[in-house]
């Protein structure tokens, strides 16, 4: 064997050894990637981090819903409509505060709730002539306000059996949870999205019908400007609940407002709970979902909010 010969064998093997190395290391990544993106831990980590971007309600925006006048479509009331509405009222206060104050501040709420109601509500008026009071109360010298509506964002849709269209799991899971909300709170339901008429037709099979359907927007940008428009035609809210999954909250509700509109959380489940710790296929529903938020949360920063049309 010459020389030459050796040098090149030589180099061959070193070669080799890097390119094993390269390979095994890639391995053990790929390994590494496929265990964390099937745990709990990489999901929990974005949303932590989505979690701690600030919401600012754009002042000039909030402006025009401040009134918060907010009224349901053209409903007769029954004669018992009154102590309803006040049982409603007292319902969305324990709702927001109950948890937060003793019993004693808790009375102070409630009896500074209620007359609101008394004053505005007449039996056999329509609900159209009346307003649905953006309810607050001061404790201490903080406020406390209850929302005017629960908005449910929809999620997309699929097929049944039949081949009809209907709302996929994620928007039924919203559909599922905004109907407890709404049995607990009394506050009217909000659809938003291309997918409204559907969960409408989905809601009224389960002997619900939401009062305002917004059914012309195609993201969740659209989602919060045409729902705070069609809101302002009603006469404005100040505050509405939103009900979506928990990864798209963060950014849903920094659309919201953005566009005047504070909201508050309601977090709708996902398919599939999450394992505590271990590896689970149920896990990469929600780290499609983390990935696919921290992605357009990046995308908002530095490019801004794309395909979002300026009116319906």
Not at 63 to 85: C, F, I, R, W
Not at 187 to 211: C, D, N
Not at 214 to 236: D, H, V
Request: aromatic residues 6%; proline residues 6%.
């Amino acid at each position: 064997m010459s020389i030459a010969q050796g040098v090149v064998q030589r180099a061959v093997r070193r070669m080799l050894r890097w390119i094993s190395r390269v390979a095994l290391l890639g391995a053990a990544l790929a390994l590494f990637c496929l265990v964390l993106i099937s745990t709990p831990f990489l999901a929990k980590a974005i949303l932590w981090g989505l979690q701690q971007i600030p919401i600012q309600v754009n002042p000039v925006a909030a402006a025009a819903h401040a009134s918060g006048s907010l009224v349901k479509p053209n409903t007769p009331m029954q004669p018992d409509a009154v102590e309803l509405v006040l049982q409603q009222q007292r319902a969305q206060a324990t709702q927001t505060v109950k948890l937060l104050l003793d019993d004693q501040e808790y009375q102070k709420v409630l009896s500074q709730l209620a007359p609101q109601t008394l004053d505005a509500l007449q039996p056999n008026q329509t609900l159209r002539h009346v307003a649905l009071p953006n309810a607050s109360a001061t404790v201490d010298g903080q406020t406390w306000y209850v929302a005017q509506a629960i908005v449910v964002l929809g999620g997309g849709l699929g097929r049944d059996h039949t081949r009809e269209i209907v709302p996929n799991t994620f928007t039924a899971l919203r559909l599922s949870q905004a109907i407890l909300q709404h049995q607990v709170t009394g506050l009217p339901l909000f659809l938003s999205g291309v997918e409204a008429p559907w969960m409408q037709r989905w809601l009224l099979a389960q002997g619900i019908e939401a009062f305002w359907l917004e059914p012309r927007s195609m993201n969740t940008c659209e989602n919060a400007r045409f729902s705070a428009l069609l809101l302002l035609k009603q006469g404005g809210a100040a505050r509405v609940e939103l009900v979506t999954d928990a990864y798209h909250m963060p950014r849903a509700r920094r659309l919201f407002a953005q566009n005047g509109i504070e909201t508050v959380p309601v977090v709708a489940p996902l398919p599939g709970d999450p394992t505590v710790w271990w590896p689970d296929r149920r896990n990469l529903v929600h780290t499609r979902r983390a990935l696919h938020e921290l992605a357009a949360n990046v995308r908002d920063v530095w490019v801004g909010e794309i395909n979002c049309r300026e009116v319906p």
